[in-house]
């Protein structure tokens, strides 16, 4: 199968600081991966798409200085929140695509900004 | 912008009920469509897709969705569902050359008592 892995699951971090959250494809190469956020109750939302060696696309109204997103190998694709603060707290997922259409999501890392 | 609805935010249901899960999207163009299921503490797995060809769609552990287009509908069904089908069900399409985006419906919160 393909398998998508998050790391870290959950993080606890205080206003202000930085955190990396890592996207990882363990059985198959990706050239593209999605960055979800998942609020409450409430549906997926696309933050932007992650091209292995290129700059991501940012969806319309994601802040791109504050949602850094690195997609440094086909398998490796890291979303930084910068000066995190509790309005970003939230469940972030990601998806690799590949080959094809189909996406495989990860598990998702729950950020709690205090 | 295309969106998806779906209208059942929380089902519950007896084991050997069937099931209908309603999804409407709004979009002009072609669409592809999926419906995805998140086991508690799961990641997001596809149950089924449609892109082209048999509207009626057969995926895994049983369900079927069937595509009108004259609805713009894809509701999701299973005969007869178990204890374990309990999960979070999301509706989602995305666009032909809209670069795999997928976008997501709200999800339907299905509980399967026994």
């Known amino acids: 199968g393909a398998v998508v892995s998050q790391h870290p699951s959950w993080v606890i971090c205080k206003s202000g600081t930085s955190v990396k959250i890592e996207c990882r494809s363990l059985d198959f190469q990706a050239t593209t991966m999605f960055w979800y956020r998942q609020f409450p109750k409430q549906s997926l939302m696309l933050m932007a798409t992650s091209n292995e060696g290129s700059k991501a696309t940012y969806e319309q109204g994601v802040e791109k200085d504050k949602f850094l997103i690195n997609h440094a190998s086909l398998t490796l694709s890291t979303l930084t929140v910068t000066s995190a603060h509790p309005e970003d707290s939230s469940f972030y997922i990601c998806s690799a695509r590949r080959r094809g259409n189909e996406q495989f999501f990860g598990p998702g890392t729950r950020l709690t900004v205090l | 912008a295309q969106s998806v609805s779906q209208h059942n935010h929380h089902v519950i249901l007896s084991e050997a009920a069937s099931l209908e899960l309603g999804c409407n999207y709004s979009?002009?163009?072609?669409?592809?469509l999926f419906w995805y299921v998140q086991y508690p503490g799961q990641h997001l797995q596809l149950l089924l897709k449609?892109?082209?060809?048999?509207?009626l769609v057969k995926g895994i552990k049983g369900f079927e969705a069937e595509f009108i287009k004259s609805k713009f509908s894809f509701n999701l069904r299973k005969p007869s569902v178990q204890w374990s089908d309990t999960a979070e069900y999301f509706c989602?399409?995305?666009?032909?050359?809209?670069?795999?985006?997928?976008?997501f419906g709200t999800g339907t919160q299905l509980k399967v008592e026994l």
């Open positions: 449609y892109f082209s060809g048999d509207p």
């Open positions: 979009y002009g163009g072609t669409v592809n």
């Open positions: 989602a399409v995305t666009i032909t050359g809209g670069g795999n985006k997928l976008t």
